[in-house]
């Protein structure tokens, strides 16, 4: 059986279907699986191979030219399923270019931008988290339940990025925090990150390092912090794989709603999730929930005015008073737990 799987970002989201991948391909072992996966994606699980995983990593498709050298790319393959597990508007108008009788997509509720439009066969909806709305797509394609082992989660990283490591000189012993979502309204408050820090220092006598991507918010954060506390500062210096290093020998990383936070949660790493804007049980670490502080039905109520259940699935609370709900003392407590003091 040959099958295409598209997912080709977020980067947190694609830890989340590497598991999948991994069982489906255990499971199934007449399986051959073709992952189109976004390029930033690939850097990361590049090196989390499997002789029947092949992945044909892209650049997400922007205009007319682009869609036609993907067909071109993928004219000599022909696939028996597609997995469509990723629904928006560029990603949608990929299907019609992979040849299949069977496409898989979401359900109604969570096919983004008429999704449903561009497969035949749909997965059935549950308000649960992402990694197991994926494995849905595998066991509607096997017909029956998929498997997942701890090991699953694990992403590979090569030798190379950890060298590349050592070279900037982190100490042993370490906690992560990485300040930054992909938007304002996620964050965590600098005034309670950097009261976090010094507690941290204080009590565990451990050195923060602060950890994120290249854009401007991430090192707008990183520096409010930096000016007020003194912290290792790695943002925007580290590939992906190198940012799964630090990650991988942090002894807590601390995120928002963030991909980081998962990149933490496939190397092993406890994760103090920080979610209010979203549900954390929709998208938060998915082995590191009991970690997981999460301020979302109180943010309905005390900024929506409304109770979960007069909301939609959709909803979020699009306000940055609502991860202000997440007091210092509560994410010290998730600390000790971890760190055992």
Not at 66 to 88: G, I, N
Not at 133 to 158: G, M
Request: glycine residues 4%; contains cysteine.
């Amino acid at each position: 059986m040959k099958v295409a799987l598209v997912r080709l970002s977020a980067i947190g989201d694609c830890t989340l279907v590497l598991p999948v991948v991994r069982a489906l391909l255990r499971q199934r072992p007449e399986l051959e699986l073709y992952w189109i996966i976004g390029k930033a994606a690939y850097s990361l699980l590049k090196d989390s191979a499997h002789p029947r995983l092949h992945y044909i990593p892209i650049d997400k498709p922007k205009n007319f030219s682009d869609y036609r050298k993907l067909k071109k790319q993928l004219a000599e393959h022909s696939f028996d399923a597609v997995l469509a597990m990723q629904a928006s508007a560029r990603a949608n108008l990929m299907y019609p270019l992979i040849r299949s009788p069977r496409k898989i997509g979401f359900d109604k509720t969570r096919a983004r931008d008429w999704q449903w439009l561009f497969t035949n066969e749909r997965i059935d909806f549950s308000d649960e988290h992402l990694h197991d709305s994926f494995k849905r797509f595998a066991e509607l394609l096997i017909q029956n339940k998929l498997e997942v082992s701890a090991d699953d989660w694990l992403i590979t990283l090569s030798h190379d990025n950890a060298s590349a490591i050592a070279n900037m000189s982190l100490p042993e012993n370490y906690v992560v925090i990485n300040p930054a979502a992909s938007k304002l309204e996620r964050c965590w408050s600098t005034a309670n990150t950097v009261q976090l820090i010094k507690q941290i220092k204080e009590r565990y006598q451990l050195p923060v390092v602060l950890t994120g991507g290249p854009d401007k918010l991430d090192h707008e954060l990183a520096q409010q912090i930096e000016s007020q506390v003194e912290v290792i500062n790695c943002v925007g210096k580290t590939n992906l794989q190198q940012l799964a290093v630090i990650l991988h020998k942090a002894k807590v990383c601390i995120a928002p709603d963030t991909g980081p936070a998962h990149i933490a949660n496939g190397v092993g790493t406890p994760v103090i999730g920080l979610y209010a804007v979203a549900p954390s049980k929709l998208s938060g670490p998915y082995l590191n929930q009991k970690y997981t502080i999460d301020k979302f039905e109180q943010a309905v109520q005390q900024l929506l005015g409304k109770q979960l259940h007069e909301i939609g699935w959709r909803m979020r609370v699009h306000n940055r008073q609502a991860m202000d709900l997440i007091s210092v003392d509560e994410v010290m407590a998730k600390l000790s737990l971890i760190l055992k003091a």
